[in-house]
């Protein structure tokens, strides 16, 4: 799983997810990309999953890159412990995503197959995702 090897500071706030995407929105690397119309939360077990849909579709041909990576903390209390006590452990690391980042890239192969490939990969993600190209 991914997550930072070091951070400033162990924990960190919620923050609000409002706005679009203007970095990282727009296709550097690949040919086909696949780019986020909703606001989330992706979690480094959800990329990893989208990550190994997109190869498997692909059959390990051309060239993938992930364009996020998470690194904001997100601790949790157990369940039934009361109040008081302070900020729970850090559970998982998460990526921050709004709407219009590009989250997967692909290129090397036949158009065909990536677009069925980054349909997959969609397929894993916790909100709506749109296939675009390097024209567009």
Request: contains cysteine; proline residues 4%; charged residues 35%.
């Amino acid at each position: 799983m991914l997550e930072p090897k070091k951070r400033k500071y162990r924990k960190s706030f919620r923050g609000r997810m409002k706005g679009k995407a203007y970095r990282g929105s727009k296709i550097s690397f690949g040919e086909l990309g696949l780019k986020a119309l909703g606001c989330a939360w992706l979690s480094s077990r959800q990329i990893e999953a989208g990550r190994r849909a997109l190869t498997h579709s692909i059959k390990r041909g051309g060239k993938v890159w992930i364009r996020v990576f998470p690194d904001k903390p997100v601790s949790s209390r157990p369940a039934g412990q009361r109040m008081g006590g302070g900020k729970g452990d850090t559970e998982k690391y998460v990526a921050v995503i709004t709407p219009g980042k590009i989250i997967y890239e692909v290129a090397g192969i036949e158009n065909k197959v990536m677009k069925n490939a980054l349909e997959r990969a969609g397929d894993k993600m916790p909100f709506k995702t749109k296939i675009v190209s390097r024209k567009d």
